[in-house]
């Protein structure tokens, strides 16, 4: 059985730092592609990010040239490094793993999603 689970979450300063990182069980997770996804409180949950199973990566408009997904293979860990920081980007923050090849924007692009991280940052 396949679990994630996300670390890394918390209260930052808008214009600060922080890095989520999404840890697998039950599989190795190389052999996923990966998402990222957030929910803001009375808000929709949205795509923030995505990484191929061999390659590419896609980012929404919103964080793009602000937020990096990758991989730490040691770890079998997928991260999302978040830079300059903005009140907006306050949300609940979910990673996610699918088999398949590709990048997944929706939710139900994935196999298999974690329970979430609170990212809180303020102004």
């Known amino acids: 059985q396949v679990q994630l689970g996300e670390s890394g979450g918390g209260l930052a300063q808008a214009g600060g730092s922080l890095r989520l990182s999404c840890a697998a069980s039950g599989c190795t997770f190389n052999n996923y592609a990966a998402g990222w996804f957030r929910q803001a409180l009375v808000k929709s949950r949205e795509f923030a990010a995505a990484i191929g199973r061999s390659s590419g990566s896609a980012y929404a408009d919103s964080v793009k040239g602000r937020f990096t997904s990758g991989r730490d293979k040691v770890k079998n860990t997928v991260y999302l490094q978040m830079n300059s920081l903005k009140p907006e980007d306050t949300a609940v923050y979910y990673c996610?793993?699918?088999?398949?090849?590709?990048?997944?924007?929706?939710?139900?692009?994935?196999?298999?999603w974690g329970q979430g991280t609170q990212v809180t940052v303020s102004s």
């Open positions: 996610a793993a699918r088999a398949s090849y590709g990048l997944g924007y929706r939710w139900g692009d994935y196999n298999y």
